[in-house]
């Protein structure tokens, strides 16, 4: 690859995250509906002619940022395996995605809202993909209960249980902060919430930290 083709590339990926972060602030804002490619552009501080260069029109934005969200959120678990230790990973996953839920809130809840309203522009893809993913993930989780390792719990609710507590906190940021009275999250609070979920999910799974 030669320089100029390398930083072509860099620029056309820093191009693409900066529309990407624009199009996330909007999309929560306003929804799917709400949100206009001129409002992204203008959040992004470019020409609307650019947004339309990378991602032929707002759909295809709207899908681009919602699938990279999931690949976000799934790559924790990449090098999953039969011969993992259960403990471990499940420990990773949790605390991975609560960090992800204090530092990404706004990915959390558009995610939340596309489901909310059926899924109307991802149903293909959590049909497809994410059953996938879940089906490949609950089978190394039944091979770690086959072997003994950790009880016999269900693997597929195990990885619904990870999701909803994990992303509760992005999603109903307003309701946590307004009742434990407090403006904001603070750094303490992640590793809080995180070391308590480790011990409920993993006491749970009968594994030990």
């Known amino acids: 690859m030669t320089t100029q083709k390398y930083k072509t590339g860099k620029i056309r ?17 306003h929804g799917f509906k709400g949100t206009s490619m001129q409002a992204i552009a203008d959040r992004a501080g470019v020409p609307k002619a650019n947004i339309h260069y990378y991602f032929k029109n707002k759909a295809n934005l709207y899908r681009a940022l919602v699938e990279n969200i999931l690949t ?17 990973i499940l420990e990773l996953f949790i605390r991975t995605k609560v960090q992800l839920a204090y530092t990404h809130p706004n990915a959390s809840k558009i ?3 596309e489901i909310i309203q059926g899924a109307p522009y991802l149903k ?17 989780i039944q091979s770690w209960i086959d072997q003994g390792k950790m009880r016999a719990v269900d693997p597929t609710h195990l990885i619904f249980l990870v999701w909803s507590s994990t992303q509760h906190y992005a999603d109903f940021e307003t309701q946590v902060l307004e009742v434990t009275n407090k403006r904001k999250y603070e750094e303490d609070d992640i590793k809080r919430v995180s070391d308590f979920l480790v011990d409920m999910i993993l006491t749970g799974c009968g594994l030990k930290r």
């Open 111 to 113: 995610f939340a809202m």
């Open 72 to 88: 976000t959120w799934n790559e924790v678990l990449a090098d999953m395996s039969p011969d993992s230790d259960p403990a471990e």
């Open 124 to 140: 293909d893809y959590i049909s497809v993909n994410m059953r996938h993913w879940v089906k490949e993930k609950v089978a190394v």
């Open 13 to 29: 990926e820093r191009n693409s995250e900066n529309i990407l972060s624009a199009a996330e602030q909007e999309f929560v804002l």
